[in-house]
């Protein structure tokens, strides 16, 4: 059996064009019916066509461990560790906090993540992994800077359902 919940992600944003707009990510995130249920350590970023990461939105892990100890286990969200998160000093302001329970949540990602991103097509990544569970990576394409109010809609299986990028100019 399995629970659905949301998690939403919002973000003041402005493109390098000074036109302002707001990016919301809505997360449905399962509450899974196993014997060991842990909270999900998720990390979400924005790469570009080429493939490389332009903003990190968010990185969820378990910050309350004695001496950052929550750390070691950043490295199970294996593509954005690849990508982007070996090269970050944990905590990262704005960007990083703690898992959630299951429920329905808002984070605030970082004033101004993408206020210097040029107009074009990139992918909004979210990953999550789970101790004793599954990893999922689930991407989204984006259109940026939005011309209209737009929701792009993402998939996952287990660890991730729907994922959503709302993005209003």
Same mark, same amino acid.
Do not use: C
């Given at each position: 059996?399995?629970?659905?919940?949301?998690?939403?992600?919002?973000?003041?944003?402005?493109?390098?064009?000074?036109?302002?707009?707001?990016?919301?990510? @809505?997360?449905?995130?399962?509450?899974?019916?196993?014997?060991?249920?842990?909270? !999900?350590?998720?990390?979400?970023?924005?790469?570009?066509?080429?493939?490389?990461?332009?903003?990190?939105?968010?990185?969820?892990?378990? $910050?309350? @461990? @004695?001496?950052?100890? #929550?750390?070691?286990?950043?490295?199970?969200?294996?593509?954005?560790?690849?990508?982007? =998160?070996?090269?970050? $000093?944990?905590?990262?302001? =704005?960007?990083? #906090?703690?898992?959630?329970?299951? =429920?329905?949540? $808002?984070?605030?990602?970082?004033? =101004?993540?993408?206020?210097?991103?040029?107009?074009?097509?990139?992918?909004?990544?979210?990953?999550?992994?789970?101790?004793? #569970?599954?990893?999922?990576?689930?991407?989204?394409?984006?259109?940026?800077? !939005? @011309?209209?109010?737009?929701?792009?809609?993402?998939? #996952?299986?287990?660890?991730?359902?729907?994922?959503?990028?709302?993005?209003?100019?």
């Amino acid at each position: 059996m399995k629970l659905r919940y949301s998690i939403a992600l919002s973000l003041p944003l402005a493109s390098a064009s000074a036109m302002a707009a707001d990016l919301a990510l @809505k997360l449905d995130v399962p509450q899974l019916n196993v014997a060991e249920y842990h909270r !999900p350590y998720i990390a979400a970023w924005v790469e570009n066509a080429d493939q490389q990461v332009v903003a990190n939105l968010a990185v969820l892990y378990d $910050t309350k @461990k @004695k001496d950052n100890a #929550g750390t070691k286990w950043l490295k199970d969200m294996r593509t954005w560790w690849r990508k982007t =998160g070996r090269e970050l $000093t944990m905590p990262l302001d =704005g960007v990083s #906090g703690a898992t959630k329970a299951p =429920g329905e949540f $808002t984070l605030n990602a970082p004033k =101004g993540a993408l206020d210097k991103l040029p107009a074009g097509q990139y992918t909004v990544m979210v990953e999550a992994a789970r101790e004793a #569970g599954g990893r999922e990576v689930v991407k989204v394409p984006l259109q940026w800077p !939005p @011309k209209s109010a737009q929701n792009v809609n993402g998939q #996952g299986k287990e660890e991730l359902g729907a994922v959503v990028v709302q993005v209003k100019p």
